[in-house]
């Protein structure tokens, strides 16, 4: 076994982790029409409990934050019963999950919506790109910019559903506040042309989020058991520069985190799956040493850079996506130095546990204890 520091146990907050890797969100579109996760994620899930912690990929909170056919949600007691068997599994297995909050708002078509609606934003500008339906992949329509009446309910949504999350076993929970979804369109002046208490300064523009973030701490009994994904220098969905004053907006906002203890901040540094590379000026080390809590990096993780990263005290915890996918006894494979599988990309969203729970382990099938 290797002795680099980064397998080595680590202890986050209160939670004793087996080792500093993350397994990273990753949307897989294996649930059904009604946001139910299948019997075989239980498999999915517990094989990868060789991450210190996983976050589960992003699940709807409610009917309207759903922007992707086939993602989980959180709402309904049979999504709550699927994910308990998830949750109970990982933990059989001697691992720790957390479960990502989302709502999609614009990024998103009436066809994933209820009744076919329109998606909704904090104002009605149309991303670019196609959104992926039961139909296909469909371009995005001009959403609409919610009234300000609507806010506190979509609020309400978040807490409900941070207090499903608890119900049904997890660890804990990560605020989904990255890749251009609802609360970053919040966030950002690109996408945040509102005249209300909700729109024009930052402190405006971080009301949502942080009414947010309070109701989710206040659903678990503080910041304890919760963090939040943030994506200061991504350009998703392909529009750039997402905002004016990017290091400015996204140092305010972590200062205003430091008020409700949160676990820790999950940081995609540079450009989603893209580049390490920053182009909008972000200074991500400011970020980490303004923030009271935890860092977890992410974006195109090795375990080489992780070490690197460390030993340069740039973060705590080191998430791994792509990799996941078809390694699924990944922490294994870092510690042994074995070659990491590459999953192609039409198993990435759709279809069963083909391509999704049967990956092999380096040694053969990874057996999950129940
Ligand atoms: C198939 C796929 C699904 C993803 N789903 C999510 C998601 O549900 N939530 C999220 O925050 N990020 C999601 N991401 C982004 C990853 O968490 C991660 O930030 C990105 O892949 C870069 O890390 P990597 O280089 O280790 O893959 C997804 C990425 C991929 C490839």
Redesign the pocket.
Known sequence: MSNSPVLQPYTLGDLHLKNRVVM?????SRSSTQGVPPDFAQDYYGQRANAGLI?S??TNISPQAVGYAYTPGIWTDAQVESWQKITATVRANDGRIFL?L?HTGRISHPDVQPNGRLPVSASAIKPTGTAFTEGGMKEHVTPRALETDEIPGIVEDYRRAAENAKRAGFDGVEI?S??NYLLEQFVRDSTNKRTDQYGGSIENRLRFPLAVVKAVTEAWGGGHRVGI?LSPATTQPGETPLDSTTHETFGTYVDALNAYGLLYIHT?EGV??QTRDVPDGVDFLDLRRRFKGAYIG????TLELAEKELAEGRADLF?????Y?ANPDLVPRLASGAPLAEAPKPY??GGGANGYSDWPGMNGPVTVKR
Request: glycine share 4%; hydrophobic share 35%; net charge positive.
């Open positions: 990273a969100p990753l949307t897989r976050i990929e992003a990502q989302w989904h990255a890749n994904r995609i989603t799956q992410n974006n195109q993780n998430s791994f996506g792509r990799p996918i990435w969203y």
